[in-house]
């Protein structure tokens, strides 16, 4: 997530298709019903990488067994400082030269990617098969069905589940570019939202910001943990004591 900024949308003309995967790419696929009556989001305890849309929320006792105990191996430490922090220093925005990532290198830029796994009823740039210029989303954040279109481009924002700026401060101030590039531009780190909540973020924790639905926390601070394990990512212990709460 990029605090305190409207969202730019970076284009590239031109761009190839983004391939198509197994499942609910397109943002059809089951999960919480938005207020279009349409199911939307993947459990995220089955979509380890990301490449599913959304999040679903998390309902059964096994699930919430399973989602504790994930949560649960996350280290704790101390939040490090600031100091150095420039988002610039995870690579430009929605950069597709990324190594390692899902869609990485795939001619078609990180938020169009993101755009077309979550949302549906998808219109292209005329000449483009990347572009996107009008959409309907479900953000699972407020449990709204959105009517975006690219004239509104910040009505429509990609949330960092883990913040960059939060990353920066558990550990990736010492990574190399590269690799602060993959947490900026991986999918399992990235999702449509509603633009003002996601302004509301900042670079805050689970134990300061959680997504106003009640019913997507537990999912959230799945998505959160998962992300923290890829990247050998600490989070605060008051953060970790927090995701646990969400998933009793």
């Known amino acids: 997530m990029i605090a305190g900024i409207s969202v730019a949308v970076a284009v590239l003309a031109g761009c190839g298709p983004m391939p198509e995967l197994d499942g609910n790419v397109t943002g059809q696929g089951g999960g919480g019903k938005g207020d279009s009556g349409t199911e939307q989001g993947v459990n995220p305890l089955d979509n380890p990488d990301g490449t599913g849309p959304g999040l679903k929320e998390i309902t059964s006792d096994k699930d919430r067994t399973k989602a504790r105990a ?140 959680l997504p106003p639905r009640r019913d997507i926390r537990c999912s959230y601070a799945v998505r959160f943990a998962q992300v923290a394990l890829k990247y050998d990512l600490p989070v605060t212990s008051a953060d970790k004591a927090a995701m646990l709460e969400q998933c009793k």
């Open 70 to 209: 994930l949560i649960d191996k996350v280290a704790t430490k101390g939040r490090g400082t600031k100091t150095g922090y420039d988002r610039d220093k995870f690579g430009y925005a929605w950069a597709d030269n990324v190594e390692d990532v899902p869609w990485g290198r795939n001619g078609c830029d990180t938020r169009n990617d993101l755009l077309k796994r979550d949302g549906r009823d998808i219109k292209y740039r005329s000449g483009s098969n990347c572009v996107i210029v009008s959409m309907t989303i479900y953000d699972p954040y407020t449990g709204k069905t959105i009517e975006w279109s690219k004239s509104a481009a910040a009505k429509v924002q990609i949330d960092h589940v883990m913040p960059l700026s939060y990353d920066w401060q558990m550990g990736a101030s010492r990574w190399s570019e590269s690799k602060r590039k993959q947490i900026a531009n991986d999918p399992l780190n990235l999702i449509p939202v509603d633009g003002s909540t996601n302004g509301s973020k900042g670079d805050s924790g689970p134990a300061t910001w």
